[in-house]
């Protein structure tokens, strides 16, 4: 039997515990072949996510369930290209948008912006499922919602024109985040009190990682209607609006095995 | 407003103003286009590094890029400078700078004494007009040492922040990617966590359990969970375990004004973490970070080129005596810098500027998947920062940090950077990887579990 040129490392056991790459073995002290050449292959698979395109008939199909006017608009980024080095473009919406939106009668409570971002995937994957949970909760606390806007090559402010030109006194984006190795479908949810052009990230608050393997829809929700409740009674939304949410009793953290 | 010229063979070029001069000498990169104030080619951009090259360094004290009545970092730039030990480089110019800096003669102690009389704009110029091969040699002739439980920027040694992050803060999952990178022998820098969740729960949660790990282990070295200065203020006024203060920083009042910080809120967080007195070795209670392009992505950046204002976030983070200050190089993205060469020249500038204004300069030596980079542009920056005598760097299971999405170095590629270049962990964490029996005594990774974890990781399964 030859002996082999790869140490393994003893914790295998705890792979079960996270999706981090860890107890990779180890060749000398450098990554084995096997792990290196994995990673090379999720590298080339997140790329492929990045340039994925919005399918809109698809999201649009999902998202009827909800019962609500639904419109779509388009970023000042004519492509990919376009979108991945203007991210001033991808804030601003094109001419043909702004001129399309019109504010319902007295504005809205919240309006609900679904933004593809750096992947449609998260989107695909995520915002009809959430929105189906969230919606009603929304609806039960009394707000009114704008029309779901989903909107193609856009960044995280493109929310704050589309909720000024909607006369909402809070904005909800649901943008897909740059894909990571592991994870090409993560979901960040943005929550903007006033929104407006000019708007920057210290007046918004964040979820993010919201997906299958991420955190769970319910989690996600429960954030939110937090932030949106103290944001309701505070005026407010950003660094001055702390997330006290506690986690979901029903969802209990395992123990940490180093110090239990 | 004086304004600055050059005349090549008869073409003479002209620039407007100081921050259009410096903009035009800067090395190509995305951000400056997307900005409008990049130069048009490589012609003009030589044509404002020579013009660059002959401005005296006293010009920086009387010409601003940001005017001194807009903003805070211009007033703390201009009032905290020190004449008097700006006074061996005063008569220079920021050509016969660069000249000075490579001279022989010129010696880590020299410059460490120099350091409170350059401003980050003398600086930014400087590295203007540096090929890559001069940031590396002068930045490796600065030591810069601080300490809380530990000794970090000796020379011959190279830290890492050990990076457990989880996709939902799980304790028991942080714990495993923990665990890994000690036994990698990472973590010496830092353990530091970024939360998913920006909570208080969460990170009352966090910190209490690095505590427990840091005294059940007696691990020399101190951890952070990286939430905003006014989180950790708060998390202290409720008497939670916080070793080490966070905040991202950077160059301009207004892009501050976007992080929801200013110089006085950064004193108030640092005057809290000392108000603990968690230190056993040193009073560097703060960790800092900053990244090129984080004043043009709050529209704040006024016109200056993206690798100044890098600079000028450094002074506001020598107000904060900090243990680590940490460019997160190519977290922006591709509209800031666009490939793997512009993450490289941008990551050695930020090290050479920050290690001259006498910072504990680390590297995120990282890159998004919707850049132009992959793991071989990360080897190749490892690999110069590495002998440029960088104080720490990132170390995260496989590369893959699943919560952030990005790609930054593993446990590994410290190991690799340590083993190709005779770097060794700080000297406290080292003598600690050894009596655990991590590390042999030649600092080789032991076959063998160590007894000390042993127990708990059997206990895991």
New interface residues.
């Given amino acids: 039997m030859t002996r082999s040129d790869v ?1 393994p ?3 295998t ?3 079960g ?8 073995g ?1 060749a ?4 084995p072949t096997a ?1 290196h050449l994995e ?2 292959l ?2 080339a698979r ?2 492929k ?2 340039h994925l395109g919005l399918d809109l008939p698809a999201l649009q199909a999902d998202l009827a369930g909800l019962e609500l006017p639904m419109q779509t608009v388009a970023s000042a980024a004519t492509d990919r290209a376009m979108y ?5 473009l991808g804030r601003q919406l094109d001419r043909a948008s702004r001129d399309a939106i019109a504010a319902p009668e007295g504005g809205c409570d919240l309006a609900i912006v679904i933004a593809d971002g ?1 992947s449609a995937l998260a989107i695909q994957s995520n915002a009809a499922s959430f929105l189906s949970l969230v919606v009603p909760m929304l609806r039960q606390m009394g707000l009114t919602l704008g029309p779901p806007t989903i909107a193609t090559q856009a960044r995280v402010a493109i929310g704050d024109e589309i909720g000024a030109s909607l006369r909402a006194r809070m904005v909800l984006v649901l943008i897909g ?7 090409p479908d ?1 979901m960040g949810l943005y929550l903007t009190h006033d929104p407006k052009p000019g708007r ?3 007046a918004r ?5 919201v997906r299958a ?3 769970s829809y319910p ?1 996600a929700a429960q ?1 939110l209607i937090f932030l949106i409740t103290q944001a309701r009674k505070l005026g407010l939304t ?2 001055h609006l ?6 979901l009793a029903a969802i209990e ?7 239990e | 407003m004086p304004s600055y010229s050059h005349t090549i063979g008869g073409q003479t070029w002209r620039f407007d103003t100081l921050a259009q001069l410096m903009a035009k000498a800067t090395p190509e990169r ?1 951000g400056d286009h ?1 900005a409008g104030i990049a130069a048009i080619d490589a012609e003009e951009r030589a044509a404002a590094q020579l013009a660059l090259a002959d401005l005296p360094l006293a010009a920086f004290l009387h010409d601003a890029v940001v005017p001194y009545e807009d903003d805070e970092v211009t007033r703390l730039i201009i009032d905290t400078h020190d004449a008097r030990a700006f006074a061996p480089v005063a008569h220079l110019t920021v050509g016969g700078f660069r000249d000075w800096l490579l001279s022989d003669a010129t010696d880590g102690a020299a410059l460490e004494a120099l350091a409170p009389g350059l401003t980050p704009e003398m600086v930014a110029a400087t590295s203007k007009i540096c090929r890559n091969q001069d940031l590396i040699l002068i930045a490796r002739k600065v030591r810069v040492t601080t300490r809380f439980r530990n000794t970090l920027g000796l020379p011959g040694r190279l830290s890492t922040r050990l990076q ?17 990178g000690l ?2 022998g990472n973590g010496d820098a830092i353990i530091g966590i970024n939360p ?7 990170a009352t ?1 966090l910190l209490h ?1 690095l505590d ?2 840091i005294a ?2 007696d691990i020399p070295t101190q951890s952070c969970v990286l939430t ?1 200065v ?2 950790s203020i ?1 998390l202290i006024r409720r008497d939670v375990p916080v070793d080490i203060v966070f905040q991202s920083v950077a160059g301009t009042q207004a892009a501050n ?4 910080i200013d110089l006085a809120l950064l004193a108030e967080g640092r005057a809290a973490a000392l108000s603990q007195g968690r230190g056993t070795l040193g009073d560097n209670v703060m960790y800092l970070e900053t990244g090129q392009g984080s004043a043009l ?3 704040a950046h006024h016109g200056v080129d993206q690798q100044t204002l890098e600079a000028r976030a450094y002074a506001v983070a020598r107000t904060c005596k900090p243990l680590l200050v940490n460019s997160v190089v190519g977290f922006i ?3 800031y810098l ?1 490939d793997g060469r512009q993450i490289i020249r941008a990551g050695l500038e930020d090290h050479f500027c920050g290690k001259l204004l006498g910072l504990p300069m680390g590297c995120d030596i990282c890159y ?3 850049a132009e980079a ?2 071989d542009d990360m080897d190749n920056l490892l690999t110069l920062l590495g002998v440029a005598g960088i104080t720490f760097i990132m170390g ?12 930054t170095t ?1 446990f ?1 590629d410290a ?2 950077a340590r ?1 190709v270049l005779g770097l060794r962990p700080a000297p406290e964490f080292e003598a600690w990887l050894q009596q655990h029996g991590i590390f042999d005594a030649q600092g ?2 032991a ?1 063998e ?1 160590p007894s000390m ?1 042993r127990q ?2 059997t ?3």
């Fill in positions: 140490t490392t003893p914790w056991a705890l792979r515990l996270t999706p981090a790459r860890i107890a990779l180890r000398g002290s450098s990554l792990p990673f090379q999720a590298h997140a790329r996510a990045v991945l080095q203007r991210p001033d750096l985040e740059r894909p990571g190795l592991s994870s993560s920057t990230d210290e608050n964040c979820i993010s990682n393997a991420g955190l989690e954030k950003g660094i702390k997330d006290e949410a506690e986690p953290p395992r123990r940490n095995f180093l110090i | 995305s997307l457990p992050n989880h996709p939902t803060d799980d304790p028991a999952g942080i714990a495993a990617s923990i665990l890994d036994m990698f998913a969740s920006d909570s208080l729960p969460a949660r359990m427990e790990v059940r282990y905003h006014t989180n708060e004004s976007s992080f929801g992505s709050a529209n993205g591709p509209e666009y998004t998947n919707h992959d793991q995260i299971p496989g590369s893959d940090d699943v919560m952030l999405n990005y790609q593993s590994h190991l690799y083993k080789r990774m076959d579990l974890f708990a990781i206990g895991a399964a």
